[in-house]
């Protein structure tokens, strides 16, 4: 079982940048599959970006490809997503998740996560 705490949220104008992290817990970490998903205000969650457990293959929904960056570092237990050129259309709580099924690397499917993290809200002012 792995716990997840994001971190690094904030409010930011357009075009600025924020870096999120994701703390996890346990031993195993290089075994879990790393997401970041979002909750824009009103909206469903939604996937944003994936890496895989050595950090070779990474994942992004179309509308933040070219602005986000998702990267891992396994000896530190952490996921990072380093946001730029932010837009308001980039409001949302944004959440960590985990998961170890064989086969499901760069999934986009909630129900595939097992672990979630609480959440940080990101607003990006116009």
């Known amino acids: 079982q792995v716990q997840l705490v994001e971190s690094g949220g904030g409010l930011v104008q357009a075009g600025g940048s924020l870096r999120l992290s994701c703390a996890a817990s346990?031993?195993?970490?290089?075994?879990?599959?790393m997401g970041w998903f979002r909750r824009p205000p009103g909206k469903e969650r939604e996937f944003v970006a994936a890496?895989?457990?050595?950090?070779?293959?990474?994942y992004y929904v179309d509308s933040v490809k070219g602005r986000f960056t998702i990267s891992r570092d396994n000896a530190k237990n952490t996921v990072y997503l380093q946001m730029n050129s932010l837009k308001p259309e980039d409001t949302a709580v944004y959440y960590c998740?985990?998961?170890?099924?064989?086969?499901?690397?760069?999934?986009?499917?909630?129900?595939?996560?097992?672990?979630w993290g609480q959440g940080t809200q990101v607003t990006v002012s116009s």
């Open positions: 346990g031993r195993t970490f290089s075994s879990y599959v």
């Open positions: 998740a985990a998961h170890n099924r064989v086969g499901y690397s760069g999934s986009q499917v909630k129900s595939i996560y097992d672990y």
């Open positions: 890496i895989a457990r050595g950090g070779g293959s990474r």
